[in-house]
């Protein structure tokens, strides 16, 4: 049922749009309440509105703390048109219907993620606007309620249409947006206080009480697997420079596996400054490299580390693909393409081939957070692992040459994304052998040795990461025999002087990180 909009509060602390969005309501013969800031921004601007206090007939007082907590408010927003007691009680005490409300909350979460003292948080939590627009989402069957300026354009087209109506699937649709941003909201101020143990002390960095909210992105053709079902979730405001806000360019809709595999192969080249390629497959790297000579030559160097493996991958750039790149790319199968930018042509080459998916994002980093596991019955929380190799302390007689330990900080960067047990070998910033996830290290390192032989890389002369300690000198022994000259890796073993002695008896250079990197 359309119901026809004739009275509006308008209060809003996001004040984008909200002049033109007044002025076409007016247009339409709207009366305007307004309080505080908003009503002296649409007065400047012309636009007739009612004052809140006049209105109400009692002033905002209590610095502003008291505004719309009235019956004249809440009892035009919640009265039941359609209930005759309700309709008699509000023409006894002569409260008006209230048809809409345009509300939008004090920003709590952008004063606390300034850094704002409790006593300011505190000041920040908004209660006259939750309440207000809880109120207009309950008795959505009459009332609309507005809190994100995104929907303004759309509202008001619908109006016009509607000879100044909103429609109750609008109106229901604007009520589902209040009960999610209160929601998250509260969650915010939950997440925040449970942080203190007493109003005095300093907040710890997790809190006592976990409350997230994402917003549905899509339904997944299934999840891991065919027979699971699998939905995508997105962060509120995530991040441009993230896969969750991912532009498509082209393709068919996006994976499970393809959402993980993608988000891994970003977060690696986003640690990488030069030109530089990644390719993932089954949450591992298979080939990483960078070059001075732009991304064209860094994918064909990270293709060379293991071409079978990267058939069917996913290749992130940290750039913008442009034609030559596009057509060195249309020669393999693969199911997703990560990158800054296309070019027109690339993305014309790139789109012949029908099922690729082609994601564009931002180049910059997403802003803090949490990585968030699940388990049977709980959740595991931790800090991003955002640590880079810090001091290095050089442990064996001979300390890195200037290449050797460039290699080694790209093999280390490598490492970090690579499951445990993690081995990278690496030479002239190219990945030429990986071992991944294997239960044992030396194993580890007999596959990434392996791979560089099987795929023609020389391991003489290049440089391994290690993404923890080594346990025994097993390790160094069996990459000696094959011309390793460096290593990196955190230390810290019972066994450190045994290794490092096995090192020195092979004239290796090796570094400790005093950081582990372990990925499960």
């Not at 012309?46 to 505004?67: A, C, V, W």
């Not at 008699?88 to 003292?117: C, H």
């Not at 392996?450 to 795929?455: C, G, I, V």
């Not at 019972?494 to 582990?516: C, L, P, W, Y």
Request: net charge negative.
């Amino acid at each position: 049922m359309v119901r026809k909009i004739q009275r509006a509060i308008v209060s809003v602390t996001d004040k984008r749009g909200i002049t033109e969005f007044a002025r076409e309501l007016h247009t339409m013969g709207v009366e305007l309440i307004s309080t505080g800031g908003t009503g002296e921004l649409l007065k400047k601007e012309g636009i007739p509105i009612i004052p809140i206090s006049s209105y109400t007939g009692f002033p905002e007082m209590l610095d502003g703390r008291l505004k719309t907590l009235h019956p004249k408010i809440h009892g035009g927003i919640l009265g039941i048109r359609d209930n005759e007691k309700h309709i008699k009680e509000m023409e006894d005490y002569q409260i008006p219907t209230i048809d809409m409300v345009v509300v939008n909350l004090y920003a709590f979460e952008d004063v606390v993620a300034r850094g704002a003292s409790l006593d300011d948080a505190i000041e920040n939590i908004d209660i006259g606007g939750p309440t207000m627009i809880r109120a207009a989402a309950k008795n959505y069957r009459f009332v609309a309620c507005v809190t994100d300026p995104s929907d303004y354009g759309d509202i008001i087209e619908e109006m016009k249409k509607n000879q100044g109506g909103l429609s109750l699937s609008t109106r229901f649709r604007l009520a589902r947006k209040v009960f999610a941003l209160t929601a998250r909201y509260e969650g915010a101020i939950a997440n925040y206080l449970s942080r203190f143990s007493t109003d005095r002390e300093e907040p710890e960095e997790f809190p006592a009480t976990l409350n997230m909210q994402f917003e549905k992105v899509q339904t997944l053709r299934y999840g891991e697997n065919p027979h699971q079902k699998a939905v995508f979730y997105r962060e509120k405001d995530a991040s441009t420079a993230t896969v969750a806000s991912a532009k498509k360019h082209h393709g068919k809709e996006l994976s499970y596996n393809n959402i993980l595999d993608a988000d891994s192969a970003l977060s690696l080249i986003k640690e990488l400054s030069e030109p530089a390629c990644a390719i993932i497959k089954h949450n591992n790297p298979c080939g990483v490299a960078v070059s001075k000579e732009g991304h064209l030559r860094a994918y064909e160097l990270a293709l060379s580390c293991d071409p079978r493996s990267a058939f069917g991958g996913i290749v992130a750039i940290n750039g913008t693909v442009d034609e030559e790149l596009a057509e060195k790319l249309n020669e393999m199968f693969l199911e997703v393409i990560v990158s800054y930018g296309y070019t027109e042509n690339a993305l014309r080459i790139l789109k012949n081939k029908k099922n690729l998916r082609l994601l564009e994002v931002e180049k910059g980093e997403p802003e803090g957070g949490f990585d968030v596991r699940s388990v049977s019955g709980g959740l595991l929380l931790q800090s991003r692992d955002t640590e880079s190799a810090g001091d290095l302390k050089v442990v064996t007689r001979r300390g890195p040459t200037e290449a050797e330990l460039r290699d080694l900080l790209f093999a280390w960067c490598v490492c970090k994304h690579v499951k445990s047990n993690a081995i990278v070998i690496a030479k002239d910033e190219v990945a030429i052998g990986i071992g991944a996830g294997q239960t044992s290290r030396v194993d580890s390192a007999r596959i990434a040795l392996m791979k560089a032989e099987e795929f023609g890389h020389d391991p003489k002369g290049a440089v391994l990461a290690s993404d923890a300690f080594f346990p025994f000198r097993d390790n160094i022994d069996l990459v000696a025999e094959y011309g390793v000259t460096a290593i990196i890796q955190p230390g810290g073993s019972i066994r450190d002087e045994e290794v490092i002695k096995a090192a020195d008896e092979h004239s290796m250079a090796m570094v400790f990180t005093g950081i582990r990197h372990f990925k499960h």
